[in-house]
């Protein structure tokens, strides 16, 4: 989740700007292992590893920034740089729990593609199914949440949501008042948006958070069970991510890293301490937490489609074709497209991650920092600094590697 000074909202989680982040998975702490046939290779990439997260921590000013790159299952790299916990002075660790923002969407719609799989759910169920009062309800189906095409307005972009949200960075939230927010803004004609995600169901793009809340409610009506309790169901055990949560207030497992923000500050205010601020506006959209080591596992299962049918592997990496989507670049079903790499970023207020995952050389990368956006002068927009290190490390593993033609 991306909020940005002066109490304006970029794009709380992710945006589709940031879904283009390199991939990333976590390796392990021990280096370059390479075959004596890839060490001059693997050489290369771990030196330009090190210059990118340490060139990534220093002109940021990010506290600390950690990349983990795995090709195959012979090259594996790791470099961290500055510290994830500036209280016990440490850097981030392989197994230190983050708030990965809207990398939880990965989980929400494998969850969901999973449930069709059962026969709990359709895709094609329409959300008045499940969940009431949603704008477009009968028109709006489970699919259309999923891949952010059901016209649905943002809950994070509203004024009625930023303003007791920066008040009060402990409060608690109601799923059930984040979707009266969102369906609020699309009855009003999305007006934090200027329009933005106001149109016909399926007719157009727009990447909206109120989508996976809805996403989240209509999942618990089917499975009629609390949400958390699905996604652990459904992907934490399968998968085998035994350091990823949904922890039900503001605490996080140890050993956690620290973050800092300063989202809801004027401009040039100093960083502040925001580990323990609420995830709870987040439900489903933001609010698990994971480790690099877990990050790596799941983001070349996510990527390859694992323990899907072939029927709900063709759903997930459907690409959308309406603007902005291109083939090159585009949103699929709870996962992004670009540069080769399948994968998501997320943002929460002190955290920023991209996972990715590039199939034809079976490459993972992920990268974790400890501060969210950062207003860098001269930039339009702020700065995500995970997705600034993961764009420079797909890169770089494209030219080591190139892409087919």
């Known amino acids: ?56 921590q220093k002109e940021l000013g990010v506290p600390g920034v950690r990349a983990d790159v795995i090709v195959g299952d012979r090259l594996r790299y790791t470099a961290r740089a500055g510290l994830g916990d500036f209280v016990a002075k440490t850097p981030i660790g392989e197994h230190d729990h983050v708030r990965i923002g809207s990398v939880t969407k990965t989980f929400t719609v494998t969850t969901l593609l999973r449930m069709a799989d059962a026969g709990v759910v359709s895709l094609d169920d329409h959300v008045s199914r499940w969940v009431p009062g949603v704008p477009n309800g009968e028109a709006i189906t489970l699919r259309m949440l999923a891949n952010m095409t059901s016209g649905l307005g943002s809950y994070t972009f509203s004024p009625t949501f930023q303003k007791p949200f920066f008040a009060d960075p402990q409060r608690a939230w109601q ?7 969102g369906a609020g803004e ?90 323990f601020s609420s995830p709870s506006w987040a439900f489903g959209v933001g609010d698990v937490v994971s480790t690099p080591a877990d990050l790596a596992r799941w ?65 993972v990368v992920v990268v974790t920092t400890n501060r969210d956006a950062i207003e860098v002068p001269g930039k339009d927009k702020p700065v995500d600094p995970a997705t600034v290190a993961a764009q420079k490390i797909v890169s770089a593993l494209n030219r080591e590697y190139p892409l087919p033609k």
């Open 299 to 363: 983001a070349r299962a996510l990527g390859t489609g694992e323990r899907l049918s072939a029927k709900a592997k063709a759903e997930r990496f459907t690409k959308l074709t309406m603007p902005p989507n291109t083939p090159e670049r585009a949103y699929a079903m709870g996962i992004g497209y670009e540069n080769g790499f399948w994968g998501h970023t997320g943002e929460l207020p002190g955290y920023n991650t991209s996972i990715q995952y590039r199939p034809d050389i079976d490459a």
């Open 1 to 56: 989740m991306n909020i940005v000074a002066r109490h304006t909202v970029a794009a709380l989680l992710a945006t589709f700007t940031a879904l283009s982040a390199a991939a990333c998975a976590p390796g392990g702490d021990d280096g370059a292992h390479a075959t004596s046939a890839l060490e001059a290779r693997g050489d290369t990439l771990q030196t330009e590893l090190d210059r990118i997260v340490e060139t990534t």
């Open 175 to 181: 799923p059930w008042d984040l979707v009266a927010i």
């Open 186 to 275: 699309t009855r009003a004609g999305c007006p934090s948006t200027k329009g933005a995600g106001c149109f016909a169901p399926g007719t157009g793009f727009f990447y909206s958070n109120t989508n996976t809340v809805v996403l989240a409610l209509a999942l618990e009506a089917a499975g009629k069970r609390p949400y958390a309790d699905l996604v652990r169901d459904y992907v934490f055990v399968p998968y085998g991510l035994h350091e990823t949560s949904i922890p039900k207030g503001t605490e996080l497992p140890k050993p956690f890293v620290r973050g800092v923000s300063t989202q809801g500050r004027d401009d040039g205010a100093p960083p502040y301490e925001a580990t």
